[in-house]
């Protein structure tokens, strides 16, 4: 399992949820699955703020690439309410894949709710890997700066 | 309102789901947003039971229709692990519309879930709405036999 | 069903939600369930806006009621990343029940996407119907003004 | 990221799934997320099947421990109404924490769809952590037999 000692000053990006009674469970807490969600919901917002997906597209051209991994440790219970701030970076691309790092934070307490990443590949027409376009590489690289491994 | 009279004699079709946790909330009981969810399960399998959909075709070739219209009244509480009896029957065809009539039930105890409705109304390519079609009208007079409304 | 002939002025609140990837379905469009959920959060939110729940209870304590009914019907699509406004009103208190007329808007557009309504019953400690406490019609009242129906 | 070499035959125990409209998104496959609420479906059936949950208690009684890790590596996508079978295991348990393998498979192709892992850790009332009470350790040794790891 990756190492997740980032710190939140590697992030320079993030977004919040609040959490909906939906999303909690019968134990009085965050269904751990719901975090994949908001996950994602930090993942579109990232490439949304960088300008890496195109709002007017079909939703099929806004997703760069399909999700081949991911993980997630959960560190403390979040409950109905809470505002969540979810933390994004891009922290390595490959040949033909990305990881996304993600933290969670508790943003009233501080506390670290949950950490985790997405492996995307990326995919021509007939869903076949292919190398991570250079434009999207030079716009992240700007972005991440020397914290991005390539 | 309507008026959901039915009589389970009525229904000629009826599935099953299984609560699962995540379907419940921090009440501890299943979120009554859940059974929107159920209900379409419900709609979708009494088409596949009738052959109205294609389940080699495009999703979108699956959906007949848009739904325009949802009720639900809640009788009891369900809980995790409860299996629920979904019945479904077509009440009513109309000119470009249709309602699904919807019961769930508790398969242990026989107590009444919910019980709803679904409308759709038919749908050219271009989201117009158009009379449903004959073929369609008539396998489901063939299933629901008088109890159909047209 | 009830004739949601309400204009905006009559809603005296609104919150937001934006469109998640996962709310979408294969159609390409909000799942129909996905209002179940929008119409849980402008009443979750409303409730907290008139300080009629309390943060820091417990979640049981949390909820005034348990819902008895609900229905949505839907006017126009939603998709991804849409930002949608839900007014949201308390627009009758009957003796043990109460509804909420809930109105969904793409902020962008302008659209009506969705009405509906959701009913509670207030329960007892026993989950018997009693009598929506008085100093929560006092509260209600003070908000809606004359377009409340008791 | 642990290596997921498991064959089907280390697997004593499996559920099924069908996939539901709702769980697939825009794309037109199954929402990434959705698999963590398959991998609880699975954990669940497998601890309710060596009589590990107890059905008559109450929902916090049901759940021995609380999930600490997930992790999730997608190998083929599934689309509406697939079947998948969830092969569930226990392939760990160390002093506080076991671990779930669980290996996703469309029932018709037998592709893999995904494979994953959910790691628990054992609490008392306090949510401090504790020994997995051996009780509960006999009855997974006696069902995983020597492929457990302890």
Do not use: C
Request: hydrophobic share 40%; no cysteine; charged share 25%.
């Amino acid at each position: 399992m990756k190492n997740f000692s980032d710190q939140l000053h590697d992030y320079g990006f993030s977004t919040e949820v609040r959490v909906r009674l939906s999303e909690t469970d019968a134990v009085g807490v965050v269904f751990f699955g719901t975090y994949a969600h908001y996950f994602d919901i930090g993942r579109m917002d990232y490439l949304a703020h960088l300008g890496l997906n195109k709002l007017d597209g079909a939703v099929r051209d806004l997703i760069p690439g399909l999700v081949v991994g991911q993980e997630a440790q959960f560190k403390s219970s979040a409950r109905y309410n809470d505002v969540l701030t979810i933390f994004v970076r891009i922290a390595t691309i490959g040949k033909t894949s990305y990881t996304f790092h993600v933290k969670v934070v508790n943003k009233r307490t501080r506390a670290t709710v949950a950490n985790g990443s997405l492996t995307l590949v990326w995919m021509d027409d007939k869903q076949r890997p292919i190398r991570v376009p250079e434009h999207v590489r030079e716009v992240v690289r700007e972005f991440e700066g020397d914290a991005l491994h390539e």
